[in-house]
């Protein structure tokens, strides 16, 4: 399967003609959280339709800068994947919205124990060839959660559940500056930076390759 996989678009639109091509291209677009800029129910359907007119096949989470009311359009649009788990190509993804408690009092933050709730109402499905996480805060002290002052700023819950849970992949956003990859354990977590500029190209076939660009 063929993942375009986009985190962090804060409103942006007007993508070009090599961006929209991956998005036609894609099997399936993975969107980490971050749709708008701190907008509400029309700011979300304007960003996801551009990307709908190319490809249909969508599942997205809200960021911080989402304010809840996004989640009831995506669970509208029939994309939703915050606090659920769908199952697409014989691929599970389970989805984590928001970020972890910051100065900034942003509108989707969580509590490491509301976090930990969340993360345990999921259950590993059988039959499946890989188990894919899709949060838009990153596990705590990675590659993925470094900010440019150099603080560990990710969610010890979310590190907490891939040590447990074990998914074969992590996509996550948040931290524009951490964009990149790294590891834990055997599980390959991916953050594939601000989009348009950024994003990752995820191929899951007899193993899992990427490519950040």
Request: contains cysteine; charged residues 20%.
């Amino acid at each position: 399967m063929h993942i375009l996989a986009i985190t962090d678009i804060h409103g942006r639109q007007g993508y070009s003609a090599e961006v929209n091509k991956l998005i036609s291209n894609a099997d399936l677009v993975v969107i980490a959280g971050d749709l708008t800029n701190f907008g509400h129910d029309r700011e979300a359907k304007s960003v996801i339709q551009e990307i709908q007119m190319l490809n249909d096949k969508i599942f997205a989470i809200c960021g911080n800068c989402d304010y809840p009311d996004i989640k009831n359009t995506l669970a509208t649009m029939k994309i939703n994947l915050q606090g659920t788990a769908k199952i697409y190509n014989d691929v599970a993804f389970y989805g984590l919205a928001g970020c972890t408690k910051t100065p900034f009092s942003t509108p989707q933050e969580y509590s490491e124990q509301e976090i930990t709730a969340t993360l345990a109402g999921f259950r590993k499905h059988e039959n499946v060839r890989y188990h894919v996480l899709v949060t838009h805060s990153p596990p705590a002290k990675t590659n993925l959660d470094r900010t440019f002052m150099g603080l560990h700023v990710g969610s010890k819950a979310i590190r907490d559940f891939i040590k447990a849970f074990k998914p074969d992949l992590v996509v996550c956003g948040h931290i524009h500056e951490a964009r990149g990859v790294d590891k834990i354990g055997e599980t390959i977590m991916i953050n594939p930076g601000q989009f348009p500029k950024h994003y990752a190209v995820i191929e899951l076939s007899d193993k899992i390759t990427y490519r950040l660009h």
